[in-house]
């Protein structure tokens, strides 16, 4: 199984809601991702987890937390977000080979 | 801002003909990978180089590195209609860490 999911595909919050995407890979992979991603940009490194420890934070606002319940599961925590941040969120898991294996995505809008 | 800058931004092609794009980077690396991403939708590893390495061949894909340039190519040959995607070098910025490039935009027109 070499697949990456994620859900929901697309979710529509307003400023003040709380809401979760959650990531799962089942390849064995010790590291995993998310990203995130305007139009027509490349993605952006947001955190890295390495053996379920957060390894890397790229200076990301508090109002998104992210959380690696166990080895297969990657969930980035959401509040009080900005129009802004509307956008996708990609997750990704790899190996030591750096080969980074993506799921389809997150389109998330903020109103 | 993005470790490498790719050019063109975008690229038309006919089904058929070859297609090049390049990726131009600012630090050392150790590798330099390519990904394929169709219309907001995840990116797809394509291939990986290592700084040791000048040329990789995988399928229709032909890729090059010139350390000494700092820049990489991905030619693919014989483009198909289903080529038609945005393509992103990514360079390792440390451990398990990637930069990506901002793309270039191809269309295939069968």
């Known amino acids: 199984d070499t697949e990456v999911t994620q859900t929901p595909k697309h979710l529509v919050m307003g400023m003040t809601n709380k809401k979760s995407l959650k990531c799962e890979q089942h390849m064995g992979h010790r590291a995993m991702y998310w990203y995130k991603q305007k139009a027509k940009k490349p993605p952006e490194l947001m955190f890295v987890?390495?053996?379920?420890?957060?390894?890397i934070n790229e200076s990301v606002p508090s109002r998104f937390s992210p959380e690696c319940p166990n080895s297969s599961l990657l969930n980035l925590h959401l509040h009080a977000l900005q129009p802004e941040d509307s956008a996708l969120y990609l997750c990704?898991?790899?190996?030591?080979?750096?080969?980074?294996?993506f799921g389809p995505g997150t389109r998330l809008t903020v109103t | 801002s993005q470790q490498g800058e790719e050019d063109p931004q975008a690229l038309s092609i006919q089904e058929g003909e070859n297609a090049t794009m390049n990726c131009s980077y600012k630090t050392s690396i150790n590798n330099l990978q390519w990904y394929r991403q169709n219309s907001g939708r995840g990116l797809v590893h394509l291939i990986l180089?290592?700084?040791?390495?000048r040329e990789k061949h995988s399928g229709r894909l032909r890729v090059t590195l010139d350390t000494s340039k700092k820049s990489s190519s991905l030619l693919i040959t014989a483009s198909r209609a289903a080529d038609t995607a945005s393509y992103f070098c990514a360079t390792d910025g440390g451990y398990q860490k990637v930069t990506f490039g901002t793309g270039t935009k191809l269309q295939v027109i069968p």
């Open positions: 987890y390495s053996y379920e420890k957060l390894s």
């Open positions: 180089i290592r700084s040791n390495e």
């Open positions: 990704a898991s790899s190996q030591d080979t750096y080969e980074q294996y």
